[in-house]
């Protein structure tokens, strides 16, 4: 019994630290998945039973064989030892996911997670007030926290849409509510501080998509308050609100904005990137380029197809494709890309089988996942990590549990 109890506190202290990490530390994230992997280890060596619940559950088979995947897809090609260091330490989270997705099936410890989640975003909201209290005067300079602007962006995507559906849900206690909705609204602020037009996209698309599929009189309620609450904006603070409103009307103009014509030019390379791979290196395109040999083998391609693109597309990048599927294809190859979307399919369809509430924040948190991932790579990077953990915290609770 006391083996029993010492694990369960240890969980439950990785946890905590795990969920305030996520916006305040990469270092935090990095040594939450060592502890957890370190913690797999133990229990699944120790404990038989452990090994069978992982034997028994495709989402944790396939997660290990994901991690396997990807490591054997940088040895058959591009057969260098750095892409496979690099993507042996990057890739490290899908063998804790087993891990991590039972501590987050107590409910005590889901508990522990949000609580710790919205002490960390806290933290990191008194860090962009400092910031923005440097400035004096705002005039749409993009504010971060302790994470890059793009992390930390879409990070707090994932974190408000998580949010929505525990605020107005009608089960929860008033208090408990009125502190989501305070925390949404500043978020909401953050994230346009933060001018990252892919979060808000994805933010306004789920939030929408959500209410109106479960609380259209929420949003009833919301239209007629924007309704009084944007013109008094607009009067008090009109440069401010000019100032954005010019940042999001940016995102539909593919003519003039360098940044929107430039990424639409990544996404068609990229796809003929990996056509290019299917016909002439299929080693490639099945067990992709490798994430650091991606950039030498595709700038190769592009300047043997557009010598001038750089002078054509000034923001174009031979680093990535900013886009989360085609760029994983590109570097990790179709076979793991496939296996990835089958083990988010495997997870939605888990979390589907939990209660209203955070069944809908899981749901929110994957949508807000793949839409951000239309412009931005991010199957590989810290968010990617922080992104796992919300939605283990929406998987059903143990008394609900039925293995996938």
């Given at each position: 019994m006391k083996h029993l109890v010492n694990v369960n506190f240890f969980e439950k202290c990785i946890v905590i630290f795990f969920g305030f990490s996520v916006f305040t530390s990469k270092a935090g994230l990095n040594i939450s998945v060592a502890l957890l992997f370190i913690l797999f280890a133990y229990l699944f060596i120790s404990n038989k039973n452990y090994r069978a619940k992982i034997a028994n559950n495709k989402i944790f088979i396939l997660s290990i064989s994901l991690y396997i995947i990807g490591l054997l897809s940088t040895l058959i090609y591009p057969s260098n030892s750095a892409d496979t260091i690099y993507f042996a330490r990057k890739a490290v989270f899908l063998l804790v996911i087993p891990c991590l997705f039972m501590?987050?099936?107590?409910?005590?410890?889901?508990?522990?997670?949000?609580?710790?989640?919205?002490?960390?975003?806290?933290?990191?909201?008194?860090?962009?007030?400092?910031?923005?209290?440097?400035?004096?005067?705002?005039?749409?300079?993009?504010?971060?926290?302790?994470?890059?602007?793009?992390?930390?962006?879409?990070?707090?995507?994932?974190?408000?849409?998580?949010?929505?559906?525990?605020?107005?849900?009608?089960?929860?206690?008033?208090?408990?509510?009125?502190?989501?909705?305070?925390?949404?609204?500043?978020?909401?602020?953050?994230?346009?501080?933060?001018?990252?037009?892919?979060?808000?996209?994805?933010?306004?698309?789920?939030?929408?998509?959500?209410?109106?599929?479960?609380?259209?009189?929420?949003?009833?309620?919301?239209?007629?308050?924007?309704?009084?609450?944007?013109?008094?904006?607009?009067?008090?603070?009109?440069?401010?609100?000019n100032v954005v409103e010019n940042r999001i009307g940016s995102i539909t103009n593919t003519t003039t904005n360098k940044s929107n014509s430039a990424r639409i030019k990544m996404w068609e390379s990229g796809y003929l990137f990996a056509i290019d791979n299917l016909k002439n290196n299929p080693a490639a395109f099945f067990f992709g380029s490798g994430p650091i040999n991606f950039e030498r083998e595709y700038?190769?391609?592009?300047?043997?197809?557009?010598?001038?693109i750089l002078s054509d597309y000034p923001e174009f990048s031979f680093r990535d494709n900013h886009n989360g599927i085609l760029d994983a294809t590109n570097k990790l190859g179709i076979v793991y890309e496939i296996m990835f979307l089958v083990l988010i399919a495997l997870i939605t369809r888990q979390i589907m089988k939990g209660s209203p509430s955070i069944k809908h924040s899981g749901l929110n948190v994957i949508a807000a996942f793949f839409i951000i991932g239309m412009f931005y790579t991010n199957q590989l990077e810290y968010q990617t990590i922080c992104f796992f953990y919300l939605i283990s915290i929406c998987l059903p609770s143990l008394p609900e549990r039925i293995h996938a």
């Open positions: 501590i987050n099936m107590n409910a005590e410890n889901k508990s522990l997670a949000i609580k710790s989640l919205c002490a960390g975003f806290l933290v990191a909201v008194v860090n962009v007030a400092y910031h923005a209290y440097n400035l004096g005067v705002w005039d749409g300079e993009r504010i971060t926290s302790f994470f890059d602007v793009g992390r930390w962006s879409e990070m707090l995507t994932y974190f408000l849409v998580f949010l929505l559906p525990l605020a107005l849900d009608n089960k929860e206690k008033k208090q408990k509510k009125i502190i989501y909705l305070l925390l949404i609204v500043i978020g909401y602020v953050c994230l346009i501080l933060s001018g990252s037009r892919g979060g808000m996209l994805a933010s306004l698309m789920v939030t929408v998509l959500y209410l109106v599929v479960y609380k259209r009189d929420v949003l009833l309620k919301l239209s007629a308050v924007l309704l009084v609450v944007l013109p008094l904006l607009m009067f008090i603070f009109p440069s401010k609100v700038s190769t391609y592009i300047n043997s197809v557009n010598k001038n």
